[in-house]
C-alpha cells in the first residue's frame, strides 16, 4: 500500500503512515466522518423520499397540462376550479382533451386502525387521463362504488391486497358507504395520505356530498400530437383568467415539490438537517484534522527546517484527508442504506439511496476534508520553524 | 539566485528580541561572527546566552530583525520565504530532541531528507541512498525499524543520517548529545566529524557539552546574548 502511493503521489505517503501507525485513533476519525456521512445521507434520503413521493402523486394521471386555483401550492391544496374554464380551455388552440380530476382524502376505518386514502374521481368517458397501468385496470370502476387501491398502502398488510382482484374484490366500507375494491395499482404512500384510492367521479361525488360536479380540483388537458405543451400553457394563460394557475404537469409537480421543500415547515427541516450534518461533519474533520498537525507539530517543524514548503503540508494533510474520506465513505453508505431500509419498513415511504447522491455526499466530504485541512496547516505555515519545536 | 562565498556564514551586527510590546526583550546584542567552509565550530555558553537563538536566525529557522546574516552568499535580513526554503535544502538540521517522525521508519526518516530536493521518479535510488547513510552511522541493520523501537543514541544517529543524506554544505547541530550517555553522546560527535570532513561539510554545533570541546576547530562562547571569547585551534 505504502508502495503504491508513493508511486501514486511521487513522494513518501506520509500522511498515510502517520494515520495507519495510531490505528485507535484511525479508528476513531474513520467513526466520525463515517457519523458525518450518515447524518447528511439520512436526511437527503427522507428529503429525497418527500420529493419522490411528491413527483409520484402526479405520475398517477396521464395528462400534459393541469388548470388548478391560484392557492394550490401542492395538488391537495387550494379552492376548486370551475368546469367552465374545462369548456374555455377545449377552444384554445393545441387543446386535444379534457376532463375535471376531483381530489380528496378519506378515512378508511378497520378494526385494526384507519387508513388515509388519497382519492381521485375521474370521468368514466377518460380513464385515458389515468397513468397505462392504472388505465388498464379501471374497467371495473365504471360501475357505482367501485374502487381501484393503492397496493402500496402503509399499514396494509401486502399479502390481502395482493389477493385482490375483480374475480375476488374487496369490500370496505367509507365514509358510510360500502365500497368494492376490485383492483389494486402500484403507486405510492406519501407525508399526507398514506395510499391512493381511483374512483369515478360519480363515485367520489356520492363519497363526498358536500362536492358538485361543477367544480373539480383541478382540470387536466392533453394537447394535439406534436404541439409543445409549454407554448399550449402560452395561449391558455391568454385566454383563461389570472386567477387560474396554468402549468404543465411538469411545471406543476416541480412548482410543488419547490413550495414543500422552502415554504413548508417539513421540507425546511429536512434541509435544515442536511445544513446541519455538514456543519457537524466539517467540525468534526476540522478537529480530526486540526489535532493530528498540532500531535505532529514538532515533526512537521523538523521538516520545515529541512527545507519542505507549505505545498509539502498541504499535501500530507490533504492525503490524510483523502483517506479519511475514503474510509469514513464506506461505512457510512453501508449504515445509511441499513437505516433507509429501517425507515423505509417503518415507514413504507420510498428511500432509494441514489448514486448521483452517493456520489454527491463524497465529493462533499472530500471537499470538507479538504477545507478542513487547508484551515488545519495555516498555523504551520505562518509560524517560523523555531517556535514551533 | 543562490551564490556561493569562502565564507559559510557572515554575520555582521546582529540584534534579535524575542516578545512584544512592554515585555519586548532584547536576546542578541551586536553579535559578529565569520564561519570558514570546512571548519567545525562550536558556539557555548550558559543556557539563556543566546547561543541557540544565534544558530537558527543563521540556519534560516528564524526571521532576522536587525543586522545581518549572509547564509552561502545570501542575505537572510528580509529574504523571501522562497529563498529560505531553498537555503534550508542546503542545511543538514540536528535538534537536541531527536525529532524523528515516529510513524515513518529509520529508512524513511532518512528519505525524508532526500526527498525534499524533489525529483520524483527516483524512489529505489532515494531508497539505497538512506539505507547506505544508515549503514555509515552503523544502523545497517535497523534500517526498517520504527524510532520507537531503537534506542536514544540510535535515534539520533538516523537524524545525523537524515541531516547527511543530501550532502548539504552546513550541518548545523543544536545540542545533539543533551539527551545521550557519554558514550553515545561521543559516538555522534565522532560520526559528525568525521563524516563532515570527507565532505568538505561546514558544522555549527551549539552546546555546553565540555567532552565535545577537543573536537571543535574553533569554540565560539555567549554570556547574555553577546560573544564573550572566540577561540581558534
Known sequence: ?389 | MLKNTESAIVVQGLNHWFGSGEAKKQAIFDVHLEIEKGSLTVLMGPSGSGKTTVLTLMGCLRDVQEGSVKLLGNELNGSSEQTNVALRRRLGFIFQAHNLHESLTARQNVRMGVEVHGRKDRDDAYDQAAAHMLTLVGLGDRVDYLPGNLSGGQKQRVAVARALVSNPDIVMADEPTAALDKESGMNVVELLKRLGQVRGTTTVMVTHDNRILDLADRIVTLEDGAIVSDERR
Not at chain 1, 380528496?104 to 382519492?119: P, Q, R
Not at chain 1, 498540532?294 to 527545507?307: L, P, S, V, W
Request: hydrophobic share 50%; charged share 15%; proline share 4%.
Open chain 1, 1 to 389: 500500500m505504502t508502495k503504491v502511493l508513493a508511486r501514486l503521489i511521487g513522494r513518501m505517503p506520509v500522511g498515510w503512515l502517520q494515520l495507519v501507525h495510531n490505528k485507535g485513533r484511525l479508528a476513531a476519525a474513520v467513526a466520525g466522518v463515517a457519523f458525518a456521512i450518515v447524518l447528511v445521507l439520512v436526511q437527503l434520503g427522507i428529503s429525497g423520499s418527500m420529493n419522490r413521493t411528491i413527483q409520484a402523486g402526479y405520475q398517477l394521471y396521464d395528462a400534459d397540462i393541469m388548470i388548478s386555483a391560484e392557492d394550490a401550492n401542492t395538488i391537495t391544496e387550494g379552492g376548486n376550479v370551475a368546469r367552465q374554464w374545462l369548456l374555455h380551455a377545449l377552444a384554445v388552440d393545441g387543446v386535444a382533451s379534457g376532463t375535471g380530476l376531483f381530489l380528496a382524502t378519506i378515512e378508511w376505518s378497520e378494526l385494526d386502525g384507519d387508513t388515509t386514502l388519497l382519492a381521485s374521481g375521474i370521468d368514466i368517458q377518460r380513464l385515458d387521463y389515468l397513468a397505462p397501468a392504472i388505465e388498464a385496470a379501471a374497467g371495473p370502476i365504471r360501475l357505482p362504488d367501485v374502487a381501484l387501491l393503492d397496493s402500496q398502502s402503509r399499514g396494509q398488510d401486502p399479502e390481502r391486497l395482493a389477493g385482490i382482484s375483480p374475480q375476488s374484490p374487496l369490500r370496505i366500507e367509507l365514509g358510510g358507504r360500502r365500497v368494492m375494491i376490485a383492483d389494486t395499482f402500484e403507486g405510492t404512500t406519501s407525508f399526507s395520505a398514506d395510499g391512493n384510492l381511483v374512483i369515478s367521479d360519480q363515485t367520489f361525488l356520492r363519497l363526498f356530498p358536500q362536492r358538485v360536479s361543477g367544480a373539480p380540483d383541478h382540470i387536466l388537458l392533453k394537447t394535439d400530437p406534436g404541439v409543445s405543451p409549454i407554448a399550449v400553457v402560452e395561449r391558455l394563460r391568454l385566454a383563461l383568467p389570472d386567477y387560474l394557475r396554468i402549468r404543465t404537469l411538469e411545471q406543476a409537480a416541480a412548482g410543488d415539490q419547490n413550495y414543500q421543500n422552502t415554504e413548508r415547515p417539513t421540507g425546511l427541516i429536512f434541509g435544515f438537517g442536511v445544513v446541519m450534518g455538514i456543519l457537524v461533519g466539517l467540525v468534526i474533520v476540522y478537529q480530526i484534522l486540526a489535532t493530528d498537525v498540532a500531535d505532529h507539530m514538532g515533526e512537521y517543524a523538523t521538516f520545515k527546517a529541512m527545507g519542505y514548503g507549505s505545498g509539502f503540508f498541504f499535501g500530507v494533510v490533504f492525503e490524510e484527508a483523502v483517506v479519511l474520506a475514503i474510509l469514513g465513505f464506506i461505512p457510512g453508505v453501508i449504515i445509511s442504506w441499513g437505516l433507509y431500509t429501517l425507515l423505509e419498513a417503518m415507514t413504507a415511504l420510498p428511500m432509494i439511496l441514489e448514486p448521483n447522491t452517493a456520489i454527491m455526499v463524497f465529493l462533499g466530504t472530500l471537499f470538507a476534508c479538504t477545507i478542513s485541512g487547508a484551515f488545519a496547516t495555516r498555523k504551520l505555515n505562518a509560524a517560523d520553524p523555531a517556535d514551533l519545536f
